[in-house]
T-cell receptor
Framework: DAGVTQSPTHLIKTRGQQVTLRCSPK?????VSWYQQALGQGPQFIFQ???????QRGNFPDRFSGHQFPNYSSELNVNALLLGDSALYLC???????????????FGPGTRLTVT | DAKTTQPPSMDCAEGRAANLPCNHS???????VYWYRQIHSQGPQYIIH???NNETNEMASLIITEDRKSSTLILPHATLRDTAVYYC??????????FGKGTRLHILP
């Protein structure tokens, strides 16, 4: 049973550039959430996608955008990168509430983004 | 902001039970208690969750007080591989996860 996968593992970008991170959910899951984890902090919720639409959003600027594809995989895009965007970006997948009573989220290993 | 309060760190001897407390005095009736842990540089791992009854699975036990204002995660026989940051989270089932600072658990050989 394939778990949540993310690519790439590591990435180095320059300020002002744009980046795209990718996530494949756990088999059978239809909902994808993205989190940002700065060094020494707990993960912070960015947004959640379900049925190819953004369902919830945290306190992140519009520079952060996403997409969900018909196969439930997802992308996180960040434009005009700032040094402060350096973090571990985590993807989590889950099954919609109407199909699951417990709604636990399963996390991928993350993408480490460094902005120089 | 996170709705839970946890001690910043705890130590436990290898082979002993690790008991991690969590206060959630403002929990609502429809909010679950979830526990996750994060081993260094890895993604958080789901451990267990409950609403009001005590729960047990292959990883841990969750004890929730009758008034639901606090809970304890129990790792019955801690090993060095249980060294991690443990997050206690309260949320409505399909809501986003709001992580606090968690408890850094050190397992001592």
């Amino acid at each position: 049973d394939a778990g949540v996968t993310q690519s790439p593992t590591h990435l180095i970008k320059t300020r002002g550039q744009q980046v795209t991170l990718r996530c494949s959910p756990k088999s059978g899951h239809d909902t994808v959430s993205w989190y940002q984890q700065a060094l020494g902090q707990g993960p912070q919720f960015i947004f959640q996608y379900y049925e190819e639409e953004e369902r919830q959003r945290g306190n992140f600027p519009d520079r952060f955008s996403g997409h969900q594809f018909p196969n439930y995989s997802s992308e996180l895009n960040v434009n005009a990168l700032l040094l402060g965007d350096s973090a571990l970006y985590l993807c989590a997948s889950s099954l919609a509430l109407r199909f699951s009573s417990s709604y636990e989220q399963y996390f991928g290993p993350g993408t480490r983004l460094t902005v120089t | 902001d996170a709705k839970t309060t946890q001690p910043p760190s705890m130590d436990c001897a290898e082979g002993r039970a690790a008991n991690l407390p969590c206060n959630h005095s403002t929990i609502s009736g429809n909010e679950y208690v979830y526990w996750y842990r994060q081993i260094h540089s890895q993604g958080p791992q789901y451990i267990i969750h409950g609403l009001k009854n005590n729960e047990t699975n292959e990883m841990a036990s969750l004890i929730i007080t009758e008034d639901r204002k606090s809970s304890t995660l129990i790792l019955p026989h801690a090993t060095l591989r249980d060294t991690a940051v443990y997050y206690c989270i309260v949320r409505v089932a399909d809501d986003k996860i709001i992580f606090g600072k968690g408890t850094r658990l050190h397992i001592l050989p």
